[in-house]
């Protein structure tokens, strides 16, 4: 039973490191040019919204209301009248966002693109 797990197991499990190192070393991270002027379609699997990003640091969203983002150390911060947070976001090669907002209930992972 070892020298099959080391046989097999193994293989699968470096393969697939290297396809996790492959898809995080594609995606880029995001500037402040991503998101000036411009509106996102977010999709988190269970809900969407969509953002505003002025070019000015004004801010507004379906979800999280009005208020204002800015480009961080860290990502992106947003600051609303309801909400105080910075995502971490990346764009991938295809043009599309991944963002990671780390919340009191967990991570809520979302992808986005530009709307139409």
Request: proline share 3%.
């Amino acid at each position: 039973m070892r020298n099959y797990l080391s046989k097999y197991l193994a293989p699968l499990v470096a393969a697939s490191a290297v396809i996790a190192w492959l898809s995080a070393a594609s995606a880029a991270a995001v500037t402040k040019a991503d998101f000036a002027g411009k509106k996102i379609c977010w999709n988190s699997g269970s809900s969407t919204s969509t953002s505003s990003y002025g070019a000015g640091g004004e801010y507004s969203s379906s979800v999280t209301g009005t208020g204002t983002w800015s480009m961080s150390g860290s990502g992106l911060h947003i600051h609303t009248n309801q909400y105080d947070y910075v995502a971490t976001i990346q764009k991938t090669p295809g043009g599309t966002f991944e963002a990671d907002i780390a919340g009191p209930s967990g991570h809520l992972k979302a992808t986005g693109k530009y709307c139409q």
